[in-house]
């Protein structure tokens, strides 16, 4: 219950989202549906969510309107994912997101944990190899991240000097 916002939204744009014991199986869509989405405290969208899924939108069919309630100015990814081909125009406390077909690979600098963890998504959606500097920022919050991911079929690897 305590993730319905998330999981609500994702499945408003497209996301299909089925409990599974004590976790959910999830599958995407062949293409995503835009949505406008405001972060709240608990229990609406949360902030911590926010950038990665920015990320998505930024491949949905059509424009998306994220607005930022508790933490007008975290937007320190929207750069770093225009770099990678996303079309994101912030606009005060809110960013306008307008779908694109594609990510391309681009090296981009991580900010901070959460906009770090949207480059990654970033980085594993888009086209070509993607090179994530200073990823210190994501081992605060995702332990061994790369192989984690690796797991489940990502192609991460770590490198000398802190990049992804």
């Keep these: 219950d305590y993730m319905m916002a998330v999981v609500d939204r994702l499945r ?3 996301v299909v989202v089925e409990p599974n014991g004590d976790g959910c199986t999830v599958a995407g869509a062949e293409r995503l549906v835009p949505a406008d989405i405001t972060t709240q405290p608990y229990p609406g969208f949360p902030t911590d969510l ?3 899924l920015m990320v998505v939108l930024a491949m949905a069919d059509g424009n998306s309107i994220v607005v930022e309630k508790i933490f007008p100015d975290r937007f320190m990814h929207v750069a770093e994912l225009n770099r990678m081909a996303a079309n994101l125009r912030k ?3 809110a960013v306008i997101v307008a779908g694109v077909k ?3 690979a681009a090296p981009v600098m ?3 944990l ?3 963890a949207a480059l990654v998504i970033a980085g594993l959606a888009a086209e070509g190899t993607t090179t994530i500097n200073r990823v210190y920022h994501i081992d605060r919050g995702y332990e061994r991240i790369e192989e984690r991911l690796n797991r489940i079929g990502a192609k991460i690897s770590r490198e000398e000097g802190g990049t992804v």
């Design 50 to 52: 926010q950038a990665q």
């Design 91 to 93: 606009e005060g406390s």
């Design 114 to 116: 959460r906009a770090s």
């Design 12 to 14: 408003n744009i497209g």
């Design 110 to 112: 991580a900010s901070d």
């Design 102 to 104: 594609k990510l391309i």
